[in-house]
């Protein structure tokens, strides 16, 4: 399963009801509530959704080459988001543990390095747009929503 979504994260269903498998690994993205010292109030998510899911497809695919794992899931949440909410979620299900976690660790780390999703981060006083590994703020700030 690999999604973009505007409604909340299902985090029950990104873990199998019944794993076999010796290891489920779960990631969760949540908005925090301050970056660099700045309160955040909400974000909102935007993607090129025609060329991200296939992206998101291939990150999956990819780990599944490379460790041993039994399934892999990828959800990204698109829209508003309030803070404490699931924006991204990764589920690996494997053997062992080690698969689990380098595979998971692997889908997070691509996902946000490749894949055409922008976060817009909202303060009191303004809103920046964040890019790249560590999402450090665009310089482009503009006037409160």
């Known amino acids: 399963m690999v999604r973009l ?11 199998p009801a019944a794993a076999e498998d010796g290891a489920v690994c779960l990631f ?12 955040v109030r909400h974000l909102e998510y935007e993607a090129y959704e025609e060329m ?12 599944r080459r490379r460790w041993p794992v039994t399934d892999v899931r990828i959800v990204h949440r698109l829209g508003r988001l309030e803070i404490g909410e699931p924006s991204v979620a990764i589920s690996v299900t494997a053997p062992h543990r080690a698969a689990a976690f380098e595979a998971c660790r692997f889908a997070i780390d691509t996902l946000k390095a490749t894949v055409p999703i922008w976060k817009k981060e909202f303060y009191e006083d303004g809103a920046v747009w964040l890019e790249g590994p560590g999402a450090a703020p665009v310089d482009v700030t503009v006037s409160p929503t």
Request: charged letters at 25%; a negative charge.
């Open 52 to 63: 991200a899911r296939p992206l998101m497809e291939e990150i999956a695919a990819e780990a």
């Open 5 to 15: 979504t505007h409604e909340p994260i299902d985090v029950a269903a990104l873990t």
């Open 28 to 39: 969760l993205g949540v908005v925090r509530n301050e970056n660099g010292g700045r309160p």
